[in-house]
């Protein structure tokens, strides 16, 4: 079946430190691949998304790159805020799913300043 | 444009007692999702839908029910709540036709079964 691993956390940096939130799948296809964040009391927005190998997704600061070889998408930030403190999931659809998603358990940061 | 939005925001049940969570999306989106989210356990798929009139089963179906009677409307129902279902429920809408398309989730409803 489908599945999305996570980085296990909490992960708590201090401001301007380097991110990073490994993300891993296992898929029967080619799926597309997203990173979603969820703030505090709030629903889950999308980060960004990559549909097809070597596709890099960025917004905010954030990138992520789509590894076929490794079956990877890896969040990264070069400076982290107190701001991106919230719940990160990585996610993939596949094209035969009706959009259904498959989603990692998230991994919560915590940045301090 | 106020996207996807859940009635109510809290809740709090008596085993056995029932209720319908409610989720209405202005974006004239096909697909729509319920998912519920347990700490340490990302999101689990209760049951979608690809159209009006249409419902599926998701990864978490048992003890709850729904219906597309619109194509806005999205209704989970609990007809007999359990302690297990203490949960916060999300709601989710989709474009369909491309399995690209992110999916625009709502604020969520904590619910609460004593």
């Known amino acids: 079946g489908n599945s999305v691993t996570q980085m296990e956390g909490p992960v708590t940096l201090s401001e301007e430190a380097f991110l990073t939130i490994n993300c891993t799948y296992t898929?029967?296809?080619?799926?597309?691949l997203f990173w979603y964040v969820q703030y505090p009391g709030e629903g889950l927005q999308l980060l960004l998304k990559?549909?097809?190998?070597?596709d890099k997704g960025s917004n905010k600061g954030f990138e992520a790159t789509y590894r076929k070889e490794t079956t990877s998408f890896h969040l990264e930030k070069g400076s982290v805020q107190v701001s991106d403190s919230a719940v990160y999931f990585c996610?993939?659809?596949?094209?035969?799913?009706?959009?259904?998603?498959?989603f990692g358990d998230g991994t919560t940061l915590t940045v301090k300043p | 444009n106020a996207g996807v939005t859940q009635t109510p925001k809290f809740r709090v049940l008596k085993t056995g007692q029932s209720m319908t969570l409610l989720c209405a999306q202005d974006?004239?989106?096909?697909?729509m999702y319920w998912y519920r989210q347990d700490p340490g356990m990302g999101l689990r798929l209760i049951h979608y839908?690809?159209?009006?009139?249409?419902?599926a089963k998701g990864e978490v179906p048992d003890g709850y029910n729904v219906s597309r009677l619109k194509k806005q409307n999205f209704l989970l129902g609990l007809e007999s709540a359990a302690p297990s279902q203490t949960s916060v429920y999300f709601c989710?809408?989709?474009?369909?036709?491309?399995?690209?398309?992110?999916?625009?989730f709502g604020p969520g409803t904590r619910l609460t079964v004593l």
């Open positions: 898929a029967t296809g080619y799926p597309s």
């Open positions: 989710a809408s989709a474009r369909e036709g491309s399995y690209y398309n992110e999916q625009f």
């Open positions: 974006m004239n989106h096909e697909y």
């Open positions: 996610a993939l659809i596949l094209n035969t799913n009706a959009g259904k998603s498959t």
């Open positions: 990559a549909t097809k190998a070597d």
């Open positions: 839908s690809v159209g009006e009139g249409t419902t």
